[in-house]
């Protein structure tokens, strides 16, 4: 049973967990019991599972390829990742601290491969399998494997390995999976540590140069933890899940090892289409969506126009990976008004989301999760601040990183000396404990000394009707320093022009925020989870191309 929730003080508020006396804000979720040191993630997911797969419901469920129609049940999950860590240990040689690459989309092979590495105590380290061959030079480059998992049409990509890349697309593989090795036992007996690295994974690179994230069991653990503790009403139909977000990324990681734990179906697929996703909701009566902002933000587009499939099963679409303009969420309540859209706010470097939204009555990106603390920081000061008070966003608890791999300087500088983690991102709590998130501190826009923050442009310019998705930089100005310049993707019908944007956002902003250049475009860079890939903006909007700047 959990504990009822935050330590019992007289100085901390019980509605928001803030404490006046230390300026530190405390989690009111109920706090859950962490295991002892020696379990791998992976054993901990299947101490979940099993007691689960008694169920006539997680006996059916398991992880389906929404393309092929595969399913692979959570029984059949855990005996294929016992015997192919049986066979990496003893025929390959693969032992505790050892590195391995995996370049995979979302297969149902992935979860296997996983558990399997985790339950020896092998570092995994996944990457995006579109990714160039320059982009995965630095990625082995940090990691430093000794082995490689990809498909026959990725594994041109990794270079010779110590013990080579198995591809697992080839019957070499399934053999692997299938064959029964007595050295099951001998895998239980390594022991591997909380505190051993589980995951090396890699930041999204969109405020510089790609960085190795190091999270350790004990951190995935946690995380894991902190999504069961939240209190869900009895159900008379299963759980099914579709992970629209890649496996290589903290969120899909998160999506794919709670929906093992929990024993719920999960469906997926390699690459997202949304006209996919919405037939795999009516096929498998998909109830819950993981998705990132491009995801929510098409299905909201095809609910303009008309949607020809049965969604009526869903129940719950999560979104997470980068924030949900609110002009966006307004229209998706709108369309879909008995779908729940929730969010979390987190980072690779939090093992994902340290705040998340739980049923109807919560808002914004939802409240701490167990055994977290926080600080809102005024960037300028120092100073800890109260409720409704703006400033970067600082998280201590059992789910922040070991560090970066091979990067102390960036450790340093992400770490103040008590062990708080510094974000770099500006928000705010509120008198019940929600999480607002403002924006990027490196993002906002020096106007004459003001401070603009790109989101609060981009929410009005979304709320246009013509407008379909914008992003908001700075351009250098000689005089103001720095003015908001917008990128502007319109509907494809619309005459929408330069003047008119910028009376659109001049009527509800105060004159210092006002966007001075336009550009319309055709698209918005984003990386994989959705984040707007500012720098690359900036590059085109200094190009020589854009001559009438």
């Excluded at 403002?438 to 790109?454: F, T």
């Excluded at 981009?458 to 992003?471: K, N």
Aim: aromatic share 8%.
């Amino acid at each position: 049973m959990p504990d009822s929730g935050i330590t019992t003080s007289p100085s901390i508020d019980p509605r928001s967990g803030f404490c006046s006396s230390t300026r530190i804000f405390h989690s009111v979720r109920p706090q859950f019991p962490l295991p002892d040191d020696d379990m791998s993630v992976a054993r901990y997911v299947f101490s979940l599972l099993e007691p689960e797969l008694s169920t006539a419901a997680v006996r059916e469920a398991g992880v389906v390829d929404a393309l092929t129609g595969e399913c692979v049940s959570y029984s059949e999950v855990m005996r294929r990742a016992e015997g192919l860590a049986a066979v990496l240990w003893r025929r390959i040689g693969l032992r505790r601290g050892h590195v391995a690459f995996v370049l995979l989309g979302n297969t149902v092979e992935v979860p296997v491969v996983y558990l399997a590495l985790m339950l020896i105590g092998v570092v995994v380290s996944p990457a995006n399998p579109v990714s160039t061959v320059n982009e995965i030079d630095r990625q082995l480059e940090l990691c430093k494997p000794v082995i490689a998992f990809a498909t026959r049409f990725t594994a041109s990509k990794v270079s010779k390995l110590k013990f080579g890349t198995v591809l697992v697309d080839s019957p070499e593989f399934k053999a692997m999976m299938a064959e029964d090795s007595g050295g099951v036992e001998e895998c239980d007996s390594v022991r591997v540590s909380q505190s051993d690295p589980a995951m090396l994974l890699y930041s999204s690179g969109t405020t510089g140069r790609v960085k190795g994230v190091v999270l350790t069991h004990k951190n995935y653990i946690a995380a894991l933890a902190g999504g069961r503790a939240a209190v869900t009403p009895a159900r008379d139909t299963p759980v099914v899940m579709f992970c629209s977000v890649p496996y290589f990324h903290v969120y899909g990681l998160i999506v794919l090892l709670g929906s093992v734990a929990s024993g719920r179906s999960l469906v997926s697929m390699e690459r997202v289409d949304v006209e996919v996703v919405m037939r795999a909701i009516e096929r498998y009566k998909v109830t819950h969506l993981a998705a990132a902002p491009p995801l929510v933000m098409s299905l909201v587009k095809k609910g303009e126009e008309g949607i020809q499939y049965d969604l009526s099963s869903l129940e719950m679409v999560g979104s997470g990976g980068a924030p949900l303009r609110e002009a966006v969420i307004k229209k998706f309540q709108t369309i879909f008004p008995s779908v729940q859209l929730l969010q979390a706010y987190g980072l690779t470097e939090t093992t994902g989301g340290f705040t998340r939204a739980v049923g109807l009555e919560e808002r914004a990106n939802g409240r701490l999760i167990p055994h977290s603390q926080a600080k809102i920081v005024d960037p300028e000061t120092g100073e800890a601040l109260p409720p409704m008070k703006v400033g970067e966003i600082w998280f201590r608890g059992p789910t922040v990183m070991k560090g970066y791999v091979g990067d102390e300087k960036a450790v340093v500088a992400t770490f103040d000396p008590e062990g708080w983690l510094k974000t770099g991102d500006l928000g705010y709590f509120d008198e019940e404990g929600f999480l607002f998130f403002s924006d990027r501190m490196k993002e906002l826009i020096k106007y004459n000394a003001y401070q603009v923050a790109p989101a609060e442009l981009e929410d009005i310019l979304l709320s246009h009707p013509e407008i379909v998705e914008a992003a908001v930089i700075p351009y250098p100005d000689e005089k103001a320093g720095e003015v908001p310049m917008a990128f502007i993707v319109r509907e494809p019908s619309s005459k929408l022009n330069e003047s008119e944007v910028k009376k659109f956002v001049a009527n509800q902003v105060a004159p210092y925020k006002r966007v001075r250049l336009v550009s319309f475009v055709d698209s918005i860079p984003k990386n994989t989870t959705g984040k707007v890939l500012r720098k690359e903006l900036i590059k085109l909007a200094l190009s020589p191309t854009m001559s009438k700047l």
